[in-house]
């Protein structure tokens, strides 16, 4: 059977799924002269299930193909994952797929390392210099540094990098992952991500969590709020916000709680006192031994609401109002995000808040206040059986291995270094100088779609196939409640002149007499698809090996029944109670000193993240949801201290933190707090393509080496600045104006 | 016959309608770029976004109230709203943009001449008018829609309801001898809404969702007191 029939039934079914039954008609109407012999289907198209690789979320998508063409990203409803919702970077998959910028060949290094002067050469020539590579590197230090470690992809880098003798794997991101970890843990002794199931909450409390825009999933969060909302026909879940900006995240909350940067924690702590206090007061925690109450008290007791007062500024009554509604709305969570992870203080921050979680959870189900029976816990055995399979460790994660490849690349000890889909030279803070070590890494192989700010630093570049026209299999990054396995299937024919990334490591492998088990990217997804086949149970039995195959690329993959209440054996295991004693909240510590006046606060947009996709014109001209801006980055500045500093709209400001500068243009923006200024991620390419090079400034700069206590992933939000005008101006795209009115005024509040 | 009796005909078993809940909507705007992937929007570049000459047919307006920290912020996706007592039709001296039997304001780009009358007459802000010929880069172009055109230079566009998804269905249903089905049809922007706010349906037949959503007491419509008639139904967010 041909990859074509895999398609063709791909499709079918995907189309009947989302539009009843299309197809037939079309092709009755218009005749073929020539009858077509892979299904071509010239009006409707064939839709293809395969997984999203736009962030590493894993969203499901089905993408409509015309006449052997990618047209339109569509999400899969069946997926648990995204559930039919696809978010902008997603629908952009179909530009960056066609980007005329792609990488259509090797590239051999001509000049020196960092200046972009490369020559092209056949895919085999580089395969070979990287197998010459491989030969020789054998325990001479080698590494490698990819944007997932959960895809089939990095189960052969890994595989690879365990023959040549090294374990270092890197996934660096700025995303507070390893501290969560860390507090998963602590609180549950699970060694995974955290996972809030918030779409049967009655009241949701967001500690700095920009869960819709900037957490590990924002579709699936956006799909769960909207149910929250108004999936319940009686009741609709109410959310609050607490944290430094109004982000979009805070915008669809019912209220807005400014509080202290790095002060979370300290809430935390205070809610858990209020909420201890007023359930024992009511009698709710009776079946809660005395000797654990006791230890309870004397653990939260110094946490009173006007002590928390002083250090977040949240009024105390405030304090207690929120420890009522989180009592009195139950089933009630609160979500910890970036403003309690990127502070010195963020992994106690964190399990402060777990504690919190723990402590509501105990009181719902001990009191019957849950309306509907408690879902049991996360059952994340065979989630973590399917990492097994994938083999790259969780502690890839870890900002230690990063720091780690770059401290021994810089001083000449790595032989090979291989970069997959990942710009570190752009993500990762300056002052980690990860480009400088790059340039001393004995031989670097970049795998890459597009020519970028790392690939500068290539020996050679290997143009990386885009996931439109790849095999693959990812493994839904956090258990979404469920194990979930997604498969990526090629929905066009593959360009000429690309190589699926797996694949082209796999070759090089065989190439330097590294005996593999595997012959191509494709089986390595069969052969998990083959090992897991007996837990599926939810593929009827009587399928043969192939038929298991094809149920699983005609559905995107394979996840049981979203209806929990089927999940078996129903075993609802007693809260665990996170050790509270242990938790002790220190006070945030900063980078920089008296001069520098204002807290800088980094965070991630919707449409740009990390700026993986910032070199898509439709990104790019989307308009940010706060700031309507679009085409340049900025930096945000309260009104009334614009006022103060004489600074308007479009003035450039130097912004300048103990470890570097960058200039960008004030955009005047009524939800950031009077005494702290914040800059979007993603800006500020050195080199990623006419339409992202040079275009904003890259907060990066600013950021230096200041690890928070337990943790090597820098504090991104424990760093203060200071402005100056430059006396330069410029013009910024804007949809609307910043007091919020448009060109038309059709809606009052 | 005068526009008004034409608008007035109701010998149609379909009127389209869209219901947008702004308590779901988190104004992400998955559903702006979803829309300029299924209608061939182009992009307009940095200098004529500046003269805001952008071609999106749904934006996200947000509303902010308030100073810190007592802030209030509303996000409304903003589309053509369909009226059916269009300020935009009855000013278009070729009836480039008329009023169909299904209800929908829909603009013939083969009749326009770029007087730009109906984009100045419609109160939304959401007529888009080609200034300049749109340019797609190989091999750019090879993800166009094939089901609609690419629109030239001096034309005047927006958003369509994703008309041809409305003839599809349409033709489907016609070949089986059946009705449309409610929510066979989905625009491009519910279809991606990953907060399931948007709706769309046949507002004629009283069992569809929209009809249903249409009862709601958060129910309102943009510039209401106008009697503009819009079938664009918001609903209220907040409690």
Partial sequence: MDRRTFMKLGGAVAAAGMTGACGQAAQKIIPYAIPPNDGVNPVEGWFYSTTCRMCDAGCGIMVRTVEGRAKKVEGNPDHPINRGGVCARGQAAVQQYYHPERLKTALKRTGAKGNNSFTPIPIDEALNLLAERMKTARGKGSFVIASDANDVTSAIAWKILGVLGSTDFAVPALNGREKHVRSMAFAKGLGTLPYYDISQLGFLLLLGADILESGFSP???????????????????????????????????????????????????????EVFRIAGDNGLLKKIPVSLKEKWKSALGDYTPQMVMEKTAVPAKVITGLARELLEQMPSQAIPGDDVVCHSNGVDSLNAAAFLNALLKQIARDGNLLKKPDLPEEDISFYLRMKGFIGVPEASHDYAVFRKILRQSAKGQTALGMIIDANPVHTAPRSLKTAEALAKTGFLACFSSFLNDTTRFADVVIPAAHFLESWSAQIGDYPVGLPVLSTIQPVVKPAVGVIQTGDALIQAASKAGIKLDVKNQEEVVKSLVKRFRPEMYSIPRKLDANGVWEYCLRNGGWWPEPDKSKLSPRYVPPVQMPAVEKIKIANPKYAGGKDYGFNLHLYKTVNMGYGEAVNLPWLLEMPEPMTTLSWDSWVEINPKTAVKLGIDNGDVLKIESPFGSVEAPAFIYPGIAPNTVAMPFGWGHESFGR????????????????????????????????????GKKRKMVREGNPEGEYEAEVFQL | MTLKSFNDKHDNDYHWAMVIDLDCCDGCGACTIACQAENNVPTVGEERAYDKRTMSWLRIERYFEGEWPNLRVVFLPMLCQ??????????????????????????????????????????????KFNWFKNRWEEPLEQQ????????????????????????????????????????????????????????????????????????????????????????????????
């Fill in chain 1, 219 to 273: 579709v699936h969060y956006a799909g769960a709020y909207g149910e929250m909302r108004r999936g319940n026909p009686v009741r609709r879940g109410r959310m609050v916000y607490v944290g430094r900006r109004m982000s979009m995240t805070a915008a669809s909350a019912d209220r807005f709680i400014a509080a202290n940067p790095g002060s979370l924690g300290f809430l935390s702590m205070g809610l858990s006192h």
């Fill in chain 2, 144 to 239: 166009l829609n094939p089901d609609i055109s690419v629109r030239e230079k001096g034309v005047m566009e927006k958003c369509t309801f994703c008309m041809q998804r409305i003839r599809r269905g349409k033709d489907h249903a016609k070949d089986e001898g059946r009705e449309v089905r409610d929510g066979e049809i989905i625009p491009a922007c519910a279809q991606t809404c990953p907060t399931k706010a948007i709706t769309f349906g046949n507002i004629r037949d009283s069992k569809s969702k929209v009809a249903e959503l249409a009862k709601s007491k958060r129910r309102h419509h943009l510039l209401e007191e106008h009697g503009l008639e819009t079938h664009v139904i918001y609903l209220k967010g907040g409690e």
């Fill in chain 1, 691 to 726: 339409h992202a090079s040079g275009r904003g400034a890259n907060p990066m700069a600013l950021l230096g080496d200041f690890p928070a206590e337990n943790s090597d992933e820098p504090a991104w939000r424990a760093v203060k600045v200071k402005i100056g005008k430059t």
């Fill in chain 2, 82 to 127: 369909q009226c059916d007592k269009a300020p935009c039709e009855p000013v278009c001296p070729v009836f480039a943009t008329y009023h169909n039997p299904e209800g929908l304001n829909v603009m013939v780009y083969n009749r326009c001449i770029g007087t730009r009358f109906c984009g100045n007459n419609c109160p939304f802000g959401v007529r």
